[in-house]
């Protein structure tokens, strides 16, 4: 399968941009605060590890294409994507991640509202059992790396749950998911 990997370089400038912006959002709403602000309420290296984070999932994810046995189906999710899809997966992903911010009062609705969702998209995407995989990495690794960075003292959640993030954290890492599938698509395995 052909990889346009400087598509990479694209995903985590696109999303690294969605993810601080929305970022921000949280650290108005008071879902986290940062201890050591650089510029009004964010660290400096919010944007450079949002965009490492990018690249290590795009990496991630072509290297599961990769390497999966080839009874995964992942047809869907090697193939040539568009515009459409990848700006409706990514408007997605952003209120999910608004909606963590205003909603973080309430993180029962928070979470019934994301596993929810997520598990209707579930049913009717594509490659299922490929985009659960890549859904669950992404949960369990950005709730634990958000963890770690609180317990290293670089971010703070106020409504912690478990090794000091929201329970809610994951579901919104699962519907990044979708935004990863559909960028890979237009911007790595596009067609020339």
Known sequence: MKANKIGIVYIALI???IATLCDKNHVETGTLYYPNPFWDGQPWWNYPAFFVAF????????????????TIDRTFSTSTGDTKDFTE????FAL???????????PIFLNVLFYGL??????????????LIISIMLGIGGAFIEGFMSNMDLVYYTKPVIYYVP????????????ALRDGMRLFVYKQD
């Open 15 to 17: 999303g690294a941009l």
């Open 55 to 70: 690249v290590l999932m795009s990496f991630a994810y072509h290297e599961l294409t990769q390497r999966l046995p080839s």
């Open 89 to 92: 997966s990514l408007i997605i």
């Open 96 to 106: 999910v991640y608004i909606l963590s911010g205003f909603g973080n009062e309430s």
């Open 118 to 131: 997520f598990l209707l998209r579930l049913t009717i995407t594509p490659d299922k059992v490929f985009i």
């Open 167 to 178: 329970l809610w954290l994951a579901g919104l890492y699962l519907h990044g998911a979708f």
